[in-house]
C-alpha cells in the first residue's frame, strides 16, 4: 500500500521561504518518479517538479525554475521541495503525487500561502 504524507506548509511573506516534506511509504524512491503539484482556487492542478527514479535528475516549469528545488533522501524515503523567493502567485495546495503502473497516488495536500 502507497501511502505519501506531506508537512511543512504555512504562512509565508512575500520573498520568504519554506520546505515542504513528502513521507513516502510502500516505494522505493529510486525506482519510481516523484512529483509535486500543486493547486490554488479555481484553478487546474499544476506540476511543479519532478525528480526520476533511477537517475534523480530533476525538471520543473517556467513558472518556478531557479526557485524551487526537489530532492530526496533514499535513506529516510521522503521526497522535500525547498521553495525560495516566494511570490502571492505560490499560494496554493501542494500535493506529493506517485504513479505506480496505471495507478496514481496523491498525498492529502499541505496549504502554502504567500502573503503580507
Known amino acids: 500500500q502507497v501511502q505519501l504524507v506531506e508537512s511543512g506548509g504555512g504562512l509565508v511573506q512575500p520573498g520568504g521561504s519554506l520546505r515542504l516534506s513528502c513521507a513516502a511509504s510502500?516505494?522505493?524512491?529510486?525506482?519510481?518518479?516523484m512529483s509535486w503539484y500543486r493547486q490554488a482556487p479555481g484553478k487546474e492542478r499544476e506540476l511543479v517538479a519532478t525528480i526520476t527514479g533511477a537517475g534523480g535528475s530533476t525538471t520543473y516549469p517556467d513558472s518556478v525554475k531557479g526557485r524551487f528545488t526537489i530532492s530526496r533522501d533514499i535513506v529516510k524515503n521522503t521526497v522535500s521541495l525547498q521553495m525560495n523567493s516566494l511570490k502571492p502567485e505560490d499560494t496554493a495546495i501542494y500535493y506529493c503525487?506517485?504513479?505506480?503502473?496505471?495507478?496514481?497516488?496523491w498525498g492529502q495536500g499541505t496549504q502554502v500561502t504567500v502573503s503580507s
Open positions: 510502500g516505494i522505493t524512491l529510486r525506482s519510481y518518479a
Open positions: 503525487y506517485t504513479r505506480l503502473g496505471y495507478r496514481n497516488y
